[in-house]
């Protein structure tokens, strides 16, 4: 059974940073494909950033591009987000989320398969 366990949310200022960890566990994620998504208060969950477990391709929304950063540890099969340069509008809770790669439908939320339960970031002004 394929669990995601985030941690690293926080309260933070404009401008400040924040790195999010993503621990995944039940099986090898070599051929899947891992997010991250972000749903505000009363907005749809949005697709942020997801990377490729094999062979490390990234794939960025565009309002994050150039102050998120995503990176995996393959020995720990954790997968972190390094967000700098933190805007109010960046406030959400954001959802790890995990499935078989493939092309179709990739940065699609509705085709995940696991998820884990959320970790609240909020950004003050």
């Known amino acids: 059974q394929v669990q995601l366990v985030e941690s690293g949310g926080g309260l933070v200022q404009a401008g400040g940073s924040l790195r999010l960890s993503c621990a995944a566990s039940?099986?090898?994620?070599?051929?899947?494909?891992l997010g991250w998504f972000r749903q505000a208060p009363g907005k749809v969950r949005e697709f942020v950033v997801a990377i490729i477990w094999s062979g490390g391709r990234t794939y960025y929304a565009d309002d994050v591009k150039g102050r998120f950063t995503i990176s995996r540890d393959n020995a720990k099969n954790t997968m972190y987000l390094q967000m700098n340069s933190l805007k109010p509008e960046d406030t959400a809770v954001y959802y790890c989320?995990?499935?078989?790669?493939?092309?179709?439908?990739?940065?699609?939320?509705?085709?995940?398969?696991?998820w884990g339960q959320g970790t609240q970031v909020t950004v003050s002004s």
């Open positions: 039940g099986r090898t994620f070599s051929s899947y494909i």
């Open positions: 989320a995990a499935r078989p790669y493939s092309s179709t439908d990739a940065l699609k939320s509705y085709a995940y398969n696991y």
